[in-house]
């Protein structure tokens, strides 16, 4: 049975059963023209401080959830652009750590229906992942925090982002784990970045 012959009758018996349905073929979109599901409004703002090009120092706990109290400085750059006509964002990072230099990138997407952002972290020196569920949040009066359940060396953890201290030239990012549901918490990574464009 020829696909050109099949056709019509498939669509003429499904316009019978099917109520609804219809075999004429969708009419064609104006890419110019937004449909009912694609976002609303203008794109947020809230990661536009951090588009360019950046200096990035580190200090990260040697270990995490340990009582460590011995942190390790390092060197990165991160370059970080808009995607999904400003409704996401992508960040390429270099961190030079003591023991070899790796590279990350970051995603992160924002959900205009709940008014969060989603931020995903690839580690390169994992590329097949797993990828860690993202964390989510919001900025309110200058501060973006963003949470997630995940597991650490199978406990389970409560992780949060914090973007703070954002100039035009500078901004702070931290990393912090809680294992009693976010009553208390323990910083184990501090990004200080400064603008180079």
């Given at each position: 049975m020829k696909?050109d012959?099949?056709m019509?009758?498939?669509?003429?018996?499904l316009?019978m059963?099917v109520p609804?349905?219809?075999?004429?073929?969708p009419?064609?979109?104006n890419?110019?023209k937004?449909?009912?599901?694609?976002r609303?409004?203008?794109p947020?703002?809230?990661?536009?401080?951090?588009?360019?090009?950046?200096?990035?120092?580190?200090?990260r706990?040697?270990?995490?959830?340990?009582?460590s109290h011995?942190?390790?400085e390092f060197?990165?750059?991160?370059?970080?652009w808009?995607?999904?006509?400003g409704y996401?964002?992508?960040?390429?990072?270099?961190l030079?750590?003591?023991g070899?230099?790796y590279?990350?990138a970051?995603?992160?997407?924002f959900d205009?229906?709940?008014g969060?952002?989603?931020?995903w972290?690839l580690?390169?020196?994992m590329?097949?992942g797993?990828?860690?569920?993202?964390v989510r949040?919001?900025?309110?009066d200058?501060?973006g925090?963003?949470?997630?359940?995940?597991?650490f060396?199978?406990?389970?953890?409560?992780?949060?982002?914090?973007?703070s201290?954002?100039?035009p030239?500078?901004?702070?990012?931290?990393?912090?784990?809680?294992?009693d549901g976010?009553?208390?918490?323990e910083?184990?990574?501090v990004?200080d970045?400064?603008?180079v464009q």
């Amino acid at each position: 049975m020829k696909t050109d012959r099949a056709m019509p009758i498939v669509a003429a018996l499904l316009s019978m059963a099917v109520p609804g349905f219809s075999g004429a073929a969708p009419p064609a979109r104006n890419p110019d023209k937004p449909s009912r599901t694609e976002r609303p409004s203008e794109p947020p703002k809230d990661f536009d401080f951090l588009i360019g090009h950046w200096q990035v120092h580190h200090r990260r706990l040697k270990e995490r959830l340990a009582n460590s109290h011995e942190w390790i400085e390092f060197a990165g750059t991160s370059v970080v652009w808009k995607v999904m006509g400003g409704y996401g964002t992508m960040d390429d990072n270099v961190l030079e750590l003591p023991g070899g230099t790796y590279r990350a990138a970051g995603l992160k997407s924002f959900d205009p229906k709940s008014g969060q952002w989603s931020i995903w972290w690839l580690d390169s020196r994992m590329p097949l992942g797993p990828l860690d569920p993202p964390v989510r949040g919001r900025f309110s009066d200058g501060v973006g925090a963003f949470f997630s359940d995940e597991l650490f060396n199978g406990r389970p953890i409560r992780v949060r982002f914090t973007w703070s201290e954002i100039t035009p030239t500078t901004c702070h990012w931290e990393q912090a784990f809680s294992t009693d549901g976010g009553s208390t918490w323990e910083t184990n990574w501090v990004m200080d970045f400064k603008r180079v464009q």
